[in-house]
């Protein structure tokens, strides 16, 4: 593990580069940097990196308290950076959060881009845009923005796709890898061979782990043990539960593993102490109740910021934090003007101070949404017998929520549907909340029975979110000047939900390209990105014809997608 605090004088180095290299790409850079650079700051133009690891929950690292694995890179790095305490998705899955983070605008305001498999319509700006236009080099590794179609986009708008280098890491010990075979650290380093020298850079390290599927055997040889685990209260505490559990935290463990690789990169490049160094993920863990849902296991991430040359160590915040505030702050850390329409803050204040604890004075909240997780009907997620009536709705379950300190708020707006359309496949978990449920534990209830439209947790006392406050006259006041704020935001800011325009969510086109290796899904091969408009339309027109749908319908989805493309 690379993870050190070195001071170089690097105003001083660049300056003697610019007059050696007159005229040349380097002397460019200079005057982007002496353009661009932020005068909080006295490095010009850092160099920034985002590690996003792919459905993990805040909890299940050791320096938010898990007990039952080892994570030493992510803690070594939390030990000398800053983290935050309270950081949460804008949305629970995976496209619409990854949408979220690049544009720094809440999930609900990105039209299709809050869809999972649908797309990001280019006329919203990406933070690895704004830094190309100003002169970074950009690149990505893993899973990048996805999934679903680059339409109208070349490129996935995470960054040049650089996932050419795999690796069998536990060769020796499993026939097939039971995780996924991408070098992200060797990608990384032929990402920075790949750049202009001295050219400032952003790249997108996507981890796949630890999203399913999870390989048999694994968690035993991570060492990972059942005994350690603790099972959240709306899951049966049962060996099964356990085990798939630990599946999860193994996965974390490699990951953790890759994380190190990153540092060292880093280190070998001697760019370890110019670069901003983020670490979070997209969403939370991916069984019921997690993954899809607006409850804290689904929202609620990691977020340790890393940069040795700015930020004091040993620091925890518990300001209230969304990942919308990644984008303005990569932006404003290299000295960029912060486009107005972006709905997060920066947080360069956090990384400029010296204190822990609450740092703003202003009680912010944070905003979250989903339309749904896949398809739109999906009561075949729990065809498990006697589960769900014959005539169960398991359509669209569109949610919004609003988090303060103390309270979740989450509006559900339709509430005679069963939340189907939030969950995940569930694997063994799904089946020992149907084989143990009871009178008394109603793993039934809390999982999948239909919800009211408003629901009112208090976290701090009640850390699983599962006694709902919504009717309890003790809470009233709160219930009434929190739902008030939502819908006040939600209109603000133009939420299609609420301002009567939500049927464009059922217009956004099916995703029907090829889904195969990670070399192809985030490239623009595999997303779309170069396949021309006509062709494009002519291949969704095909599709829906053969599946019956209505010529009006079809008109209107290609229409408007038409339109977004150009």
């Given at each position: 593990m690379i993870l050190r605090k070195i001071y170089p004088d690097f105003m001083s180095s660049f300056s003697n580069k610019f007059w050696l290299s007159t005229l040349t790409f380097g002397a460019l850079l200079l005057f982007h940097a002496c353009l661009y650079a932020n005068d909080k700051l006295p490095i010009p133009r850092p160099n920034i990196v985002l590690l996003i690891a792919d459905d993990a929950s805040w909890q299940h690292f050791g320096t938010y308290g898990a007990?039952?694995?080892?994570?030493?890179?992510?803690?070594?790095?939390?030990e000398l950076g800053l983290v935050f305490e309270n950081a949460f998705a804008s949305s629970p899955t995976c496209s619409p959060s990854r949408s979220a983070i690049l544009t720094g605008r809440n999930s609900f305001e990105l039209e299709d881009g809050m869809l999972l498999t649908g797309y990001l319509p280019k006329k919203f700006d990406t933070y690895p845009a704004i830094l190309e236009k100003a002169g970074y080099k950009i690149g990505s590794t893993g899973k990048g923005w996805g999934p679903g179609g680059l339409y109208g986009r070349p490129a996935n708008p995470a960054g040049t796709p650089y996932t050419y280098l795999t690796k069998n890491f536990y060769r020796s010990e499993f026939d097939e890898s039971p995780v996924a075979e991408v070098n992200y650290a060797g990608n990384f380093n032929n990402f920075l061979f790949d750049r202009q020298e001295n050219q400032p850079f952003a790249f997108w390290i996507g981890f796949q782990e630890p999203h399913t599927p999870y390989a048999k055997r694994f968690a035993t040889h991570r060492q990972i043990k059942n005994s350690d685990i603790q099972v959240p209260s709306f899951y049966p505490e049962t060996e099964t539960t356990r085990s798939v559990i630990a599946s999860y935290l193994a996965e974390i463990e490699h990951l953790d593993d890759q994380v190190g690789a990153v540092f060292e990169v880093l280190d070998n490049h001697e760019e370890l102490d110019n670069t901003l160094i983020i670490f979070t993920s997209d969403n939370g863990m991916p069984f019921p109740r997690g993954k899809g849902n607006l409850y804290d296991h689904g929202l609620r991430m990691p977020l340790i910021a890393f940069w040795p040359e700015i930020i004091t160590p040993q620091r925890r915040v518990d300001d209230l934090i969304s990942l919308t505030d990644l984008a303005p702050t990569f932006i404003d850390v290299a000295g960029l003007k912060i486009p107005d329409q972006m709905s997060g803050k920066s947080l360069l204040d956090f990384f400029l101070a010296d204190e822990s604890g609450k740092i703003r004075s202003s009680g912010r909240k944070v905003f979250a949404g989903t339309e749904r997780h896949g398809k739109k009907s999906a009561c075949k997620l729990w065809s498990l017998e006697n589960l769900l009536p014959d005539d169960a709705k398991c359509g669209n379950y569109p949610s919004r929520s609003?988090?303060?300190?103390?309270?979740?708020?989450?509006?559900?707006?339709?509430?005679?549907?069963?939340?189907?359309?939030?969950?995940?496949?569930?694997?063994?978990?799904?089946?020992?909340?149907?084989?143990?449920?009871?009178?008394?534990?109603?793993?039934?209830?809390?999982?999948?029975?239909k919800r009211p439209e408003f629901e009112l947790y208090q976290p701090v006392t009640d850390p699983y979110t599962v006694k709902n406050l919504s009717l309890d006259p003790i809470h009233s006041a709160k219930f009434n000047e929190m739902k008030q704020e939502l819908f006040n935001y939600l209109k603000e800011r133009r939420d299609p939900r609420v301002l009567g325009n939500h049927a464009l969510w059922d217009l956004t086109p099916d995703f029907i390209l090829h889904q195969g290796a990670t070399d192809f899904i985030y490239s623009a091969r595999g997303q779309g990105g170069n396949i021309p408009k006509k062709r494009l339309i002519k291949m969704l027109s095909i599709y829906y014809e053969e599946l019956g749908y209505d010529q009006n319908y079809i008109t209107k989805v290609l229409d408007r997608l038409e339109k977004n493309m150009n």
């Open positions: 007990k039952a694995l080892d994570t030493p890179n992510v803690d070594k790095m939390a609003i988090r303060s300190n103390e309270y979740l708020l989450i509006w559900n707006a339709i509430p005679d549907n069963f939340p189907i359309a939030t969950d995940v496949k569930g694997g063994l978990i799904k089946e020992e909340i149907a084989r143990k449920n009871d009178n008394k534990n109603r793993y039934i209830t809390v999982n999948i029975e």
